[in-house]
């Protein structure tokens, strides 16, 4: 059976009405939490010897073996496979065509739609799909602040779309970020933008709005500075690609206020969140440099970059690396017309 969103947390809640999960996708963050959380609930914990068997990828040998055997202590058994293929689907559908009762709990990665695993799963009622993919905007925004609230912290609005829009798209990699701030915030705290920008502000995500900054500017040698310590510090380009979207939506509203008669002043404080104090000559520089239409077509091209870099098999830091550089150049190229 294909689970879309809305239902996958009954699938997890209730792990004893399914024989078998199959978990693919691009997050294996994502991918890890849910199998973590269906061996925790259906095994009561994660290393119990006699109900839980992990298998890596050398160990796929012994799936049939381990599927099959008997809990020592009459409970049910969870058979836990990482890297999952399409070589399994035979053995799986063997062991769901007999009186085993092990849940079989698989991980994938990006799996053809037609593949064997995902029709085998698919099709049968006892099996159940999960398709696991980087979550953005308001179900990422949704995500963060389930998390927050499960540690008793509250998050405000403004700072909750300061931090979705530089989060990565790994799921792992955002719960660690949300259990840094839940520390920090402590039981029954509230986390401000201020807060946010305290406590990442020295993180990759200020190296990626460095980058970005310096970009817009036509600083190509810092920006390419900035761009290689992101990466090297866990930023993501997609996550790149949210941030440099989301300056250059800040950046065409105060243009389009400009246009239309406003002060500078009085244009920059319709932005929420305001401009970071220490931004502020930068993002003025930015705004000498492009023009509204220019601005407008910056973002297709954004939106088109992002879109590559969540293709399967893409060389997203390559494109990232020549996206943020022919930005720079653009902008060193306008800044030599004005």
């Known amino acids: 059976m294909k689970i879309d969103a809305r239902s996958v947390g009954k699938v997890l809640a209730a792990p004893d009405n399914w024989r078998f999960v199959l978990l693919h996708g691009d997050d294996s963050g994502l991918i890890r939490e849910h199998a973590a959380a269906l061996t925790r609930r259906s095994a009561g914990s994660l290393d119990d010897p006699f109900r ?3 298998l890596a990828r050398d160990d796929h040998a012994r799936f049939e073996e381990e599927a099959t055997a008997l809990s020592l202590d009459g409970g049910r058994r969870v058979v836990w496979v990482r890297e999952a293929t399409d070589g399994l689907a035979t053995a799986v559908a063997s062991l769901l065509d007999s009186p085993a009762n092990s849940l079989i709990i698989l991980e994938a990665g990006a799996l053809p739609a037609r593949g064997k695993l995902r029709k085998l799963a698919e099709t049968r009622p006892d099996s159940a799909s999960i398709g696991c993919y980087p979550e953005e905007g308001r179900a990422l925004e949704s995500s963060v ?5 499960e540690r008793q912290v509250r998050i405000s609005s403004e700072a909750l779309g300061w931090l979705a829009g ?14 840094k701030l839940a520390l920090y915030a402590g039981e029954n705290g509230e986390l401000h933008l201020d807060d946010l920008m305290l406590c990442i502000g020295d993180s990759g995500s200020a190296s990626v709005d460095d980058a970005v ?3 817009m500017e036509g600083d190509k040698a810092g920006a390419d500075l900035a761009l290689e310590r992101a990466l090297s510090e866990g930023a993501n380009p997609v996550a790149m690609a949210r941030v440099l979207l989301s300056h250059i939506g800040r950046l065409r509203r105060v243009k389009a206020e400009l246009e239309l008669g406003q002060s ?3 244009a920059m404080k ?3 969140p305001p401009v970071f104090f220490k931004k502020q000559q930068a993002f003025e520089r930015a705004l000498d ?3 509204l239409p220019a601005l407008l077509d910056l973002a297709r091209r ?6 590559a870099c969540k293709q399967t098999g893409s060389m997203d830091v390559l494109l990232c690396r020549r996206h943020l550089a022919g930005i720079a150049a653009r902008a060193a190229a306008n800044r030599r017309r004005s």
């Open 52 to 54: 839980v068997s992990l």
């Open 264 to 266: 500078r002043m009085d």
């Open 145 to 149: 602040r389930r998390m927050l609230e």
């Open 213 to 215: 900054f310096l970009a």
């Open 289 to 291: 440099t492009w023009s």
């Open 270 to 272: 319709t932005l929420r």
């Open 302 to 307: 954004t939106q088109a970059f992002e879109f």
């Open 166 to 179: 530089r989060l990565g798209a790994d799921r792992a990699g955002v719960r660690n970020e949300v259990e």
